[in-house]
């Protein structure tokens, strides 16, 4: 029997994700075993635990689950908090991380975000299809460019170079993450991952063609914010980075085209809270009302 996309259901952390497409892929890791002299060989081994992907893309109705990921994923103390479980069509997952997130700002289309998810264990359940259900109400809330509005801060000193960003044309958002799995001495699963680098980067389109950039790059700030029918921001999408390329282009019949790309590399969440109290000798206790 055959199935089709209005029988599978994509959870995410026990969330229904609006997806327009999914695909979720497992791969064993093996390698052939050859002997000296042997160029040819039957056997093979594993040479390191089970990797699977989560790929999809989805509709933005809100504000984006995904997007406390990109600042709290592997910072402290909300490293063993970021975990992501899935289940596509019955076929679940408990060890995946955020490692590819983007979204293309287009003028009058529906937010649409893209996002890929790397986990390593083995995936269980059975597929369980399930019966179409009805989305008019949630594809009414579906936001869409036509309501977003961008900001931009991106200071010059040299005015003749300037480059006034007048009209945003359309744009991207992209955040990319390095994660590894650390495994112990007989282990298939691993019992901890190691988080690299985690970079945003804005590309967006302007109608003032400029060559201007200097060696150390140049400060800048990227803002797009998503507001619903009613003109209220229920998303935000920032980068606040340093301004590292620009591109012009053209072509017969068309306009001049500028692109410009602007990476942010500090993506966390700032957690304040009060490690102790001092007194006025410098040491540790209660102080305050009622205490000596």
Known sequence: MFY???????????????????QISLEANIQANYN???????????????????????????????KKFITGQGESPL???????????GLN??????????????????????????????????????????????????LNFKDATFGHYIPI????????????????????AEVTPVYLMNETKPSAVSFGPKTVNMNF???????????SGNTARLSVD??????????????SGLLKGRNLSTAVGDYIKQTINVTQADNFDVNVYVGAILDSYGDEGCIGIGTT
């Open 79 to 89: 490293s063993t908090s970021q975990v992501i479980s899935g289940n596509f069509g």
């Open 93 to 142: 997952f408990k060890s995946g991380y955020l490692t590819s997130y983007s979204i293309n700002f287009t003028p009058n289309s529906p937010a649409v975000a893209s996002a890929s998810i790397n986990f390593f264990d083995q995936m269980s359940g059975e597929f369980e299809p399930t019966v179409e259900e009805s989305l008019a109400a949630v594809n009414s809330n579906v």
């Open 36 to 66: 000296l002299k042997q160029r040819h060989t039957p056997n093979f081994a594993a040479s390191n635990g089970i990797g699977g992907k989560l790929d999809f893309n989805y509709y933005l109705t809100g504000e984006d689950y995904f």
């Open 226 to 239: 998503l507001k619903d029918s009613n003109g209220t921001t229920v998303e935000n999408f920032t980068c």
């Open 157 to 176: 000193t040299q005015t003749e170079f300037s480059g006034t960003v007048e009209e945003f044309v359309e744009g991207t958002y992209n955040y990319s």
């Open 4 to 22: 089709t996309s209005n029988n599978v259901k994509l959870q995410i952390n026990g969330n229904y994700i609006v997806a327009s497409n999914a």
């Open 205 to 215: 389109e302007t109608d003032n063609p400029t060559g201007y950039l200097p060696v």
